[in-house]
């Protein structure tokens, strides 16, 4: 009885396909599985959202025209796909764009690129750090306006080029006095490069992202908008209430204190000088090899 049911299984067994699991196969589904997660978390922060939604709510038509076999819209739809395609390109278009240059800001691509352009950043000292936060409570205080990116890895030179060359050591007063109501230079923002300023009176991409609320105006939007084109840290003070915010990767913190947002430049700041150290370490290594 039992040597019966056994055949019958191992029969059962025999017929059934069972496909064989590679180490690489684990591999390509992990890799699948994370691009997908990018790639949602990614769309849900922009526009494309809703776009990619509408798409959804086609396709699903299409699917419910090929169940009842709907010969005329299937016709329809396999005439306009070689179009539709060529739309979603041009639709999506800027958020490809940004996409890509997101794709290649991550950390995990950069490491297999030699010749990263974080071989030749230059991040800013502590001193630096205080001299900013010490100039951001002060206009804070004062209600003045501000908008201060603080350049990472990703070098801002096309936006530099946009404002006038100043190319100082950063100090309070100077910052201040930049963004003085009323003087040549207070209007656009100011990009610091490691010690010193760059440039002031640049000009910035404003963020056409749906989660900043509307109460926030242009400052607001063009310091979303480098944190989504870059690396960089951006700070800006409101002129109308006097708040402190702060824009990096893309994210708008609101409301944060001079103590809070030293903090912050603090982290960045030895977060970027460890991973710099460590490629720094690669690189020598790599030359005593060669």
């Known amino acids: ?95 490809l764009r940004k996409a890509l240059e997101h794709l290649g800001q991550q950390r995990m691509i950069s490491s297999f690129l030699m010749h990263d352009q974080r071989e030749n950043a230059v991040y800013y000292s502590d001193a630096t750090i205080v001299e900013v936060a010490r100039a951001v409570s002060e206009m804070s205080a004062e209600r003045v306006g501000a908008l201060i990116v603080m350049e990472q890895a990703v070098h801002l030179d096309e936006y530099i080029q946009t404002g006038i060359t100043i190319d100082a050591h950063v100090t309070s007063q100077l910052l201040q006095n930049i963004f003085e109501h009323g003087t040549p230079l207070h209007d656009g923002a100011v990009v610091i490069r490691g010690d010193r300023v760059q440039a002031a009176t640049c000009y910035l991409p404003l963020s056409d992202s749906e989660s900043i609320s509307k109460k926030f105006g242009t400052r607001h939007r063009a310091g979303v908008g480098i944190s989504e084109e870059s690396d960089s840290f951006t700070i800006i003070v409101s002129e109308e209430t006097g708040r402190i915010s702060y824009a990096h990767l893309g994210k708008l913190v609101t409301g944060v204190s001079v103590s809070e947002l030293r903090d912050r430049l603090f982290q960045i700041a030895k977060k970027y000088r460890e991973r710099e150290k460590k490629s720094g370490l690669f690189r020598r290594a790599e030359r005593n090899e060669e």
């Open 1 to 95: 009885m039992l040597s019966n049911i056994f055949q019958i299984i191992t029969s059962i067994m025999s017929k059934l396909y069972l496909p064989k699991i590679r180490f690489i196969d684990i591999v390509e589904i992990i890799i699948i599985w994370a691009v997908l997660y990018m790639f949602m978390n990614w769309i849900k922060s922009t526009r494309a959202y809703n776009l990619l939604k509408g798409i959804g709510l086609i396709l699903l038509f299409f699917l419910v025209a090929a169940l009842f076999q709907m010969t005329t819209i299937l016709y329809i739809a396999r005439n306009v796909t070689g179009v539709a395609l060529t739309a979603v390109v041009i639709i999506f278009q800027p958020e």
